[in-house]
């Protein structure tokens, strides 16, 4: 990749022009129409399983991005969270509902024009804005900006109480999911128990 | 690295996702769509954290919160359509409209009859 | 010479990620024989069957590759990639020496290896969802459930060790090691071990691919060459497994000789820790599922906050 800048340098002198891009930004560029392309057809399909795994393709590229941008420690919680936890969990539903193999014709609502002209259009101003307002920003990618040891230091010297918080609504945000998905009635002999022989109907009934 | 890249990639992951909000009819796909927008914002405070070289870090922190909190959104919002799915079958949301009122028989599973009746 | 050193370390990585694995195939075959009072393979290659595996693989290759007919093509065929491909990239960070032993370093080293480790379920799930099977179907959601709840103690059990050291990189955690740290940090290493077990799906754990009910859980219609990918992902996630914790909870390559055998050490290590692996499956019976959950949830996460609050009184006691 040295060698690339070098080159690139040498030709261009003002090496800040959109004609001569740095080796980074040509794998940003890359890996960012991947990830938009997987988006858009993460959003699109009628195969709802796909559509998750093509998410998966979008958030891996994303977590790409992040390293590109020198937030290592972002990048791997996005790993850990959004591929591993995240993804996974929308898998799991998706096959609790039944999502079969095949188009399944209800995967899209009858206001699919008006949500396209919604999506242009917000694209259209957003990109007219951005680029305005942005086009002769640059990002200085020397020195790591985002090593764990540095996210850790500012994670607890600045941000303590806001994380404290988030542990708080965590733990609400698990007790409410147990709460919306134990069995109506909270008959407590539901479960099976070990030695124990089911025998009430109430439960079968209950599926 | 030209500040206007990420930004730009994050504008049209964002917009990608609110087509995704508005068409979308199944309730997880929604909530998939829901992530893309996030992940679009996610994107933008790292570009501009980096870019201000913000000595308190507050977009990579703020990203860190987000992800956190979408996780737990997640969770939760799983957890809602799941039991919608079990006492609706359907996890369509415009099938959905009934707010919680027992008027129509018919979409009544068996367990919630027999609690009706009771 | 920069490239060609990276370029050394991936091709020793690779190297090692096929040979492991057989390796601990093999002594599973062999060990369970004798074990149950067996003798195990004693034909192929002559001495003590030492080429089973190399059969095995010769016999898989030779099989037609049947894809079902109801089957998604695509996801079906590509799913023991996506199981296989993150513990390649897990063996490349495991720090087998001292003095940069190691495939590649990496800063946020157990971030990495935890991270990484979590994208192998997505190949068990596209496998049962993509096989048009209820059978493969209930596996894939057992396998799901199962990794979802195993996760979090072998994410606490680790953090405990990162915060012993004062740093989240492995060879960082090696250097830190003290003899004192293996009762120390015990709690975390059993949760760690146990958690990890899970994660493989290795009996007593082994409910998603529980033949007795489910016939082979996700990989039910596999065959051929996809079927011997999943097998292979299975054993190198106990090599996986055991090299890391070999590496967090054991000392790595600390031990007599340590500056020319340290390598020798972890591979010591980690071979004894296999043999455990081994051991278990042949003495336990198989968890139901709910002892499953009610383990990971009531047993494993209490040990593993326990071990954290240890680590860190004893952490602010003896700073």
Redesign the interface.
């Known amino acids: 990749m040295s060698t690339l800048l070098a080159a690139a340098g040498s030709l261009e002198p003002a090496a800040r022009s959109y004609l001569s891009p740095t080796g980074q930004e040509i794998v940003f560029l890359l890996v960012g129409a991947l990830v938009l392309g997987a988006a858009v057809v993460s959003v699109t399909t009628r195969?709802l399983?796909?559509a998750a795994?093509w998410l998966?393709v979008a958030l891996g590229g994303l977590a790409v991005e992040f390293l590109l941008l020198t937030a290592?420690?972002v990048a791997?919680?996005q790993?850990?969270v959004y591929?591993?936890?995240v993804?996974?969990?929308v898998?799991?539903g998706l096959?609790?509902t039944r999502?079969p193999?095949?188009r399944s014709p209800e995967a899209d609502s009858g206001n699919r024009p008006a949500a396209l002209a919604v999506g242009a259009a917000s694209a259209a101003t957003l990109v007219t804005l951005v680029v305005d307002a942005f086009r002769s920003s640059w990002i200085d990618l020397s020195g790591a900006a985002g090593?764990?040891r540095l996210t850790g230091e500012y994670l607890f010297s600045h941000w303590v109480l806001p994380f404290e918080a988030l542990s708080v609504l965590l733990l609400a945000a698990l007790v409410g999911a147990i709460v919306l998905s134990r069995a109506k009635g909270g008959s407590a002999d539901a479960?099976?128990r070990?030695g124990k022989l089911r025998t009430g109907l109430t439960k079968q009934k209950e599926r | 690295m030209h500040l206007a890249y990420p930004a730009v990639l994050a504008v049209l992951l964002f917009s990608v996702g609110v087509y995704g909000v508005l068409a979308r009819r199944n309730v997880i796909l929604v909530l998939m769509s829901v992530e893309l927008m996030l992940n679009a914002v996610n994107l933008n405070l790292v570009a501009f954290d980096v870019w201000l070289r913000d000595t308190l870090h507050a977009g990579q922190a703020l990203t860190l919160f987000t992800i956190t909190v979408a996780a737990a959104e997640i969770g939760l919002g799983l957890a809602v359509v799941l039991l919608v799915y079990r006492t609706r079958r359907t996890a369509a949301v415009d099938e959905v409209t009934a707010l919680g009122d027992r008027h129509e028989a018919d979409e009544l599973s068996d367990g919630e009859k027999e609690q009706a009746a009771a | 010479m920069n490239l060609l050193d990276t370029l050394l370390r991936c091709v020793g990585t690779l190297v090692a990620f096929l040979v492991l694995p057989l390796v601990v195939g093999q002594a599973e075959h062999k060990v369970m024989a004798h074990m149950q009072g067996r003798l195990g393979p004693m034909y192929a290659g002559g001495f003590h069957g030492w080429a089973q595996l190399v059969a095995d693989g010769v016999k898989f290759v030779q099989k037609e590759n049947v894809v079902p007919a109801?089957?998604?093509r695509r996801?079906f065929q590509l799913a023991p990639a996506v199981a296989l491909l993150p513990y390649l990239l897990v063996l490349l960070v495991i720090p087998v020496g001292p003095d940069g032993m190691v495939g590649q370093v990496v800063?946020?080293g157990i971030?990495?290896v935890?991270?990484?480790m979590?994208?192998g379920?997505?190949g068990s799930?596209?496998a049962g969802?993509?096989s048009?099977n209820k059978f493969s179907?209930l596996g894939?959601?057992r396998t799901?459930?199962q990794?979802?709840s195993y996760?979090l103690p072998m994410l606490l059990a680790a953090a405990s060790v990162a915060m012993a050291a004062g740093t989240?990189s492995l060879p960082g955690i090696v250097d830190a090691f003290h003899w004192w740290w293996v009762p120390w940090q015990l709690i975390g290493a059993f949760v760690f071990f146990t958690a990890g077990l899970a994660e493989l799906q290795r009996p007593p754990f082994d409910m998603p691919v529980a033949d007795s009910e489910i016939i082979f859980g996700a990989y039910t219609e596999y065959t051929g060459l996809r079927f011997a990918l999943f097998l292979l992902s299975e054993y190198a996630g106990i090599v996986v497994l055991c090299g890391l914790t070999t590496v967090l909870f054991l000392g790595g390559w600390h031990g007599p000789f340590e500056d020319g055998l340290g390598w020798l050490w972890t591979l010591v290590k980690t071979f004894a820790l296999a043999f455990v692996v081994l051991w278990l499956r042949v003495t336990y019976p198989r968890l139901?599922e709910?002892?499953l959950m009610r383990f990971a949830w009531t047993v494993l996460i209490p040990l593993a906050l326990a071990q954290l609050a240890l680590t860190g009184i004893i952490k602010v006691a003896i700073s």
């Open positions: 195969q399983v796909h795994l998966v290592e420690f791997w919680v790993v850990l591929l591993g936890s993804v996974v969990l898998l799991f096959m609790l999502a193999i095949g090593t764990t479960k099976p070990a | 109801g089957a998604d996801v800063d946020a971030f990495f935890l991270a990484v979590g994208i379920v997505l799930l596209m969802w993509a048009a179907l894939a959601l799901a459930a990794l979802m996760e989240v139901r709910d002892q």
